[in-house]
């Protein structure tokens, strides 16, 4: 019986899309793909951030888009990162996982906010967007990144 047991959890955990994947490459500023323990990869989407559009296919390339993926770039790429399942959603419209994303137990999600590359996605709610909001109104009052000159994001309804 422990062995029926122990080799559910080891194939659960082999397919499970959470835990430590590694980085295959950033495709923007929030969203990745992933290689999963079981080899399969993903396309993860960032929980609570918005970054603005660098491949959307019907917008414009938008102001600090390329800054933000840049950013993302430099950050995770070829990285091993963990992602968090969101309680009560696993994938969004395009079915893309939802996923926050750590590295070395850093919330990646709160430091592109925190650093001006991302916004506080305030239209779907998630267990940190407390702590995200606090973290753009910070950005936004120090000019840091988007909240600069170079961009009218400074413009928007807070």
């Known amino acids: 019986m422990k062995h029926i047991i122990l080799t559910a959890l080891l194939f659960l955990s ?83 996982l939802l996923r926050y994303v750590e590295l070395d137990g850093q919330d990646i999600g709160a430091r592109m906010i925190a650093e001006g590359y991302a916004f506080s996605y305030k239209s779907f709610p998630h267990p940190r967007l407390e702590k995200y909001n606090a973290l753009e109104k910070a950005a936004r009052e120090a000019g840091r990144g988007l909240w600069g000159e170079e961009c009218e994001y400074s413009k928007r309804k807070k």
Do not use: N, W
């Open 14 to 96: 082999a397919c499970s899309p959470a835990g430590a994947v590694q980085v295959s490459s950033v495709t923007d500023g929030d969203t990745i793909i992933v290689r999963l323990t079981s080899g399969k990869e993903e396309r993860v989407r960032f929980i609570g951030i918005d970054t603005p559009e660098t491949v959307h296919p019907s917008k414009p390339v938008q102001c600090f888009g390329e800054e933000a993926s840049d950013h993302m770039k430099e950050m995770l790429a070829g990285k091993t990162v963990t992602i968090v399942r969101k309680p009560d959603e696993d994938r969004d419209y395009y079915d893309r």
